[in-house]
């Protein structure tokens, strides 16, 4: 009889990704994807795919297409303890570039994990981007579908006619609005509802404008 497997590897890769997992304001967690290849080698990836529990054959070139294709994808199996589920995903040809998956379509591919996967855990792996184009315009984001990355407590802004504004700070690998250490005027974000709408900070003539820094080491963050 063949002696079970331990796992150790996939083990230490799900310690990994739990210990990096954020709380934004909004009490969701979600993994911040800098991280994504920071963790997921592939040197550990190879170790990992030698202690999935399927057939030889379905490993073969598994670590590299992981590697090159699907390490968003590993790390949600592995969080939630379905590793295996990888080759499945592999077959099917879904992985990284095909997130996020409707409901139907992760339960063709996993079954009852399925249902979970598309409503629940590959949300905390799909955070939302800020792009660096977004002060050109207004933007409408609904987070009932993202989480927002923004962590603490929002800091009162102002009180408008349609809602209040509040400054939020923004994980530093979520947005692209600054780069590395460079200072930046960034735009408030009014907060309300199950919607954030983005505005566009307009410079003030003749007065000052506010100074928002990048600051913190990891994670850092936008203020």
Known sequence: MAMAVRKESIKFLKRQIDDKMVQSESLHRFF????????????DIRRAVDELACPTVEKTGLAQTIHDKGIRMFAILIKNGEEDLITKFRKHEVLDAQLPLSEDRAKSIAGDFGISFAQTYQREFLPYKFPRDMRDYHRHINNSERILPFIGEPENFMRGGFGDISRVTILHSQQEFVLDKVYSHLPPFVLGGSNTDILTEQPNPGGKERNKTCKGSDPRSIR
């Open 32 to 43: 911040p994807e800098i991280y994504l290849n920071v963790i997921f080698t592939l040197d």
